[in-house]
């Protein structure tokens, strides 16, 4: 039997703990599995004519940890992740209709993808888990797992 744990950065520095000790501790006392999210609302911001700009340190930072120490992950890719509120969505994204939402959710996720392609940690990247918000269609659900699938052929969804 395998062990792993949901590791929300967000939920230790609400505790005011250090991120990286406390994940380094998580994977000390046995973990062979973690999840960690990409919350939506923490690495994408509007960037120039409105295009999207990514943030990604903190998650290269904490993925560099689980690569280091030979530990599988489950990337969490979306508005929807671990802990309360449980969905995490820009404050530009919030207001747009659920078109527009659903647009800029599947861009999010092309750039997620795309960024952490490539990189030592992703030969330790086992699945990927994406969300199907009730007002997500299913053509449009079927569209999100298809634009990651295509972009990582090779990862679970």
């Not at 690495?43 to 903190?58: C, D, H, P, V, W």
């Not at 280091?68 to 890719?77: F, G």
Request: a neutral charge; proline letters at 4%.
């Amino acid at each position: 039997m395998e062990i792993g744990c949901t590791f929300s950065h967000r939920f230790v520095e609400g505790m005011g703990l250090d991120v990286m000790t406390s994940l380094e501790t998580a994977i000390d006392m046995g973990m062979e599995w973690v999840r960690l999210a990409c919350y939506w609302s923490e690495i994408t911001e509007t960037g120039n004519r409105g295009k999207q700009a990514l943030s990604f340190e903190k998650m290269h930072a904490m993925l560099k940890i689980c690569e280091e120490r030979k530990v599988k992950m489950v990337m969490v890719l979306g508005s929807k992740a671990p802990r309360w509120p449980e969905f995490y969505v820009p404050e530009w994204a919030a207001s747009l209709n659920n078109d527009g939402y659903e647009k800029s959710l599947l861009v999010s996720k092309r750039l997620w993808v795309a960024e952490l392609q490539g990189e030592p940690w992703e030969k330790n990247f086992d699945a990927y888990r994406t969300e199907s918000p009730k007002s997500m269609s299913f053509g449009l659900l079927q569209k999100n797992f298809e634009k990651v699938k295509k972009l990582n052929p090779e990862v679970v969804l």
